[in-house]
């Protein structure tokens, strides 16, 4: 990686400059401060059942947005796939997947408008990656 070809279009410099612009446009991640409380539920493989240990390779998270589209994202650090089960929706909203960091480019950040549709209620997240949905 070089700092000084900015300029230079590559796979990594897109995806950077989406991931700018992706919290540009989401002011749930413009905090200026640690998100409390309800602002975020914790999970593990299963829903508000997080793995406090030191060396657990996994978490997700939601981020509450006052919006109801709320992110949710999950971290494998693990030579496996990971199941985690998504918190179940109580609208007529669907998960997104935004961010997939084990796919190719293009295809590792889907802008608006390509979103992936999650239709079940399980994410597989394979080995090493991370990925971020949307409610909406």
């Known amino acids: 990686l070089n700092w000084f070809l900015w300029d230079q279009k590559s796979p990594f410099t897109d995806f950077v400059r989406n991931m700018i612009c992706f919290r540009k446009e989401h002011p749930i991640l413009q905090e200026d401060s640690f998100y409390q409380g309800e602002q975020i539920i914790w999970h593990g493989i299963n829903i508000e059942d997080p793995n406090w240990e030191e060396k657990s390779p996994i978490i997700a998270f939601v981020i509450m947005s006052p919006d109801e589209n709320h992110l949710y994202v999950a971290f494998n650090a693990t030579p496996n796939p990971i199941h985690f089960n998504l918190p179940e929706i109580k609208t007529n909203k669907k998960w997104y997947q935004i961010v997939s960091t084990d796919a190719p480019p ?30 909406n």
């Open 106 to 135: 293009p295809d590792d950040f889907l802008t608006e408008g390509k979103e992936k549709l999650i239709e079940a209620p399980i994410y597989i997240l394979k080995p090493y990656s991370s990925a971020i949905l949307k409610l």
